[in-house]
């Protein structure tokens, strides 16, 4: 149990539409990092959100969008979904910007 | 960007026989972390590294970071069916943000 709770745990939805990931850190953490995982890949960088300031940011087109809020939440926005966007989408969370990760269970999409 | 190779990509040992798996970075990191992924979960932090040439044990695990900060080994002693799962080693960079990036990770299988 790592205190990141990620919402919803599955999803489907159809290309061209759009979806929101939540994602509620861990308290004291004000570091949160996106990841796309595809089955059998490792964990691929989106961006990472500091003090609700983006800082970091992967090699991921504009349709993949974030905010963090004053709690230290977060959402994962991406628009017009194709169907390379099937993955599971991890949210991490830690204090500041050193430090081990913690992981929440993640957010399984399929784009049919 | 940076890229964060791992090698090998899969290993399938007998219990007892020993593990390795070597990760290297396109760029010097400021740190190095370690996660291990079992089948349907989310990574977990293993250990994190800072110092060049740092090694650093847990029990049967010894994590190495090479002098010049690029490189990186975990070394499983006497494998255990316990320890299956992917091994991922991350790399940051503070100049960054210090966002980790995630190699692609060595899946660990052990017959017993």
């Known amino acids: 149990e790592t205190g990141v709770t990620q919402s919803p745990t599955h999803l489907i939805k159809t290309r061209g539409q759009q979806v929101t990931l939540r994602c509620s850190s861990q308290?004291?953490?004000?570091?949160v990092s996106w990841y796309q995982q595809a089955l059998g890949q490792g964990p691929q960088f989106i961006f990472q959100?500091?003090?609700?300031?983006?800082?970091g940011r992967g090699n991921f087109p504009p349709r993949f969008s974030g905010l963090q809020f004053p709690n230290y939440s977060s959402e994962l926005n991406v628009n017009a979904l194709e169907l390379d966007d099937s993955a599971l989408y991890l949210c991490?969370?830690?204090?500041?910007?050193?430090?081990?990760?913690?992981f929440g269970e993640g957010s399984r999409l399929t784009v049919l | 960007g940076q890229q964060v190779m791992q090698i090998p990509q899969y290993q399938h040992v007998q219990e007892g026989e020993d593990f390795t798996t070597y990760c290297n970075s396109s760029?010097?990191?400021?740190?190095i972390q370690w996660y291990k992924q079992r089948p349907g979960g989310h990574p977990v932090f293993l250990i994190q590294l800072v110092k060049s040439g740092e090694v650093k044990k847990q029990k049967r695990l010894t994590f190495q970071f090479g002098e010049a900060k690029k490189n990186s080994s975990l070394h499983i002693t006497a494998t255990q069916t316990t320890d299956v799962g992917t091994y991922f080693c991350?790399?940051?960079?503070?100049?960054?943000?210090?966002?980790?990036?995630f190699g692609a990770g060595t899946i660990l299988r052990v017959k017993s």
């Open positions: 959100y500091y003090r609700e300031e983006e800082n």
């Open positions: 991350a790399g940051g960079d503070m100049e960054y943000g210090n966002k980790l990036v």
């Open positions: 308290s004291g953490h004000n570091t």
């Open positions: 991490a969370s830690r204090p500041g910007n050193t430090g081990e990760l913690f």
């Open positions: 760029t010097t990191l400021s740190n």
